[in-house]
């Protein structure tokens, strides 16, 4: 079997007309990040996939600064999903939520700024074999907080797809 080395997941034997998920964790901005790399069997995946992953890897902040951006804007729209998912987590949060998720000690003080602080990038999926979704970055306010997730995807050249998408 062929094997090629991975900057992010190690050593990677390459498929040859089978599946491979591989997990690995990544450090960006003080947070771990977990990483998935899905390749289905009949993907064409060789060094220079693998290769492209790594290299995609290494703009994984702008592409995160660029949904952040994203959710801060549509915070302000009405039945987006990002303001939904804000309007239900903070809405009816206890208040020994508020200091461990949010880092405030009175509802006043959740503001938009304070909402997108305490999201985090706790999950990336790529898909190398999927150019259109090559990227599925999933926000949280935590797992100890809630398993809801706010999804955004971005095609293989780092274009972000316009849609946010709230799911459990």
């Known amino acids: 079997m062929n094997k090629v080395a991975s900057k992010h997941f190690g050593e990677v ?3 040859h007309g089978r599946d491979h998920n591989l997990t690995a964790t990544h450090e960006l901005a003080g947070q771990t990040v977990e990483l998935d790399l899905n390749v289905n069997a009949h993907d064409h995946f060789d060094e220079a996939a693998m290769h492209k992953v790594d290299y995609r890897l290494r703009f994984l902040p702008e592409l995160v600064d660029q949904v952040r951006e994203m959710i801060a804007e549509e915070l302000d729209q009405e039945g987006t999903s990002p303001q939904e998912y804000r309007h239900f987590h903070c809405n009816a949060i ?6 461990k998720v949010f880092g405030v000690e009175d509802k006043s003080q959740l503001t938009d ?3 997108l602080k305490a999201l985090k990038l706790g999950h990336v999926g790529i898909y190398p074999g999927q150019p259109e979704r090559y990227f599925v ?3 949280t306010l935590g797992q100890h907080f809630t398993d809801e997730v706010l ?5 293989e050249d780092g274009v972000v797809d316009d849609e946010i998408l709230w799911e459990s």
């Open 94 to 99: 206890k208040d020994e939520h508020l200091k």
């Open 113 to 115: 700024e304070v909402f």
């Open 151 to 155: 999804v955004a995807s971005a095609d």
């Open 13 to 15: 034997e390459l498929n």
């Open 137 to 139: 970055l999933d926000f």
